[in-house]
Structures are given as C-alpha cells and as structure tokens.
C-alpha cells in the first residue's frame, strides 16, 4: 500500500465498527515516525531492539550540561532517524535545551524542556521537510 499513510494512534474502535482508519500526508507519516524514534528508549521495541534513540539513558543524569545534553541528543537522534526513516534525506538536526517549571507555587518542579528541529527533504516528493516538537527529561523536584 505505498503512498498511503495512517495516523498514530489507530482508533481501533472505529475500525471495530467499521469506519475507515485516518490517513494521513507522508510529511505527518515521517513527522510521527521522528517523533517516536526520538521518544522510544532503546530496546523498548520487543520486535526491533534498534528502534529508538539513547536519550532516555540520560533521563536521570543531572550532572551533564545543557551543551553535553544537546550535543549527544543530536547525535543520537541523527543516527536513529538515518536507521529507521528511510523516506527522508536529512540535511540538518537542531536541539535546544531550557529549564522548564512544571509545578505550582508552592513545589517548584524543574524538567529539562528538548526541542527537536529536523530539516531535510522528502524522496518521494523532492519537497522540502521540518519537524519541530518539544519533550521533557530529567526528573528534578524541588
């Protein structure tokens, strides 16, 4: 079924009842597949060890700075996105990494806010691709 595409997550009880799955552009298909590349740990796939990215192994390494976080989050979303999208050319992959507070006035909860920025080019279609989204590490309270 080449060209068509499915959106993430399948409503499966719409198709119990028999209702079409959404389809999706191939731009939102790769722009679903970075993402769960970049937010799958390594080996949480039973059935492909190599999907995902070893960023979740820093989860809870406080002492590495925001310019040793952004460094190996680019390094290891470059590999995993070559590995496992293979309908995209890369051309560039940009992290930035801000302290964010998650909490209330009275318990401050401070997360490590990623923003992924990932530019290249669709094969299929020769047209130009940029995915931006944004997650959390780190699971400093205080």
Same mark, same amino acid.
Request: proline letters at 2%; aromatic letters at 12%; charged letters at 30%.
């Given at each position: 079924?080449? /060209? ?9 009880? /719409? ?18 597949? $970075? ?16 999907? /995902? ?61 990623? $923003?992924?920025?990932?530019? /290249? ?22």
């Amino acid at each position: 079924m080449k /060209g068509i595409y499915y959106k993430v997550p399948m409503d499966f009880e /719409g198709i119990i009842h028999k209702k079409d799955a959404d389809k999706i552009s191939i731009d939102n298909s790769i722009s679903q597949q $970075i993402f769960l590349v970049a937010t799958t740990a390594l080996g949480e796939c039973k059935f492909d060890e190599t999907f /995902g990215t070893e960023i979740w192994e820093l989860d809870f390494d406080l002492l590495k700075s925001d310019n040793q976080l952004k460094e190996y989050i680019v390094s290891a979303l470059k590999k995993g996105v070559i590995m496992h999208e293979k309908r995209l050319f890369m051309e560039d992959v940009e992290v930035s990494v801000t302290d964010y507070n998650l909490g209330t006035i009275g318990k401050r909860r401070m997360k490590k806010k990623v $923003i992924i920025s990932v530019k /290249g080019q669709v094969l299929e279609t020769n047209r130009p691709f940029l995915f931006k989204n944004s997650f959390f590490v780190g699971p400093l309270s205080y």
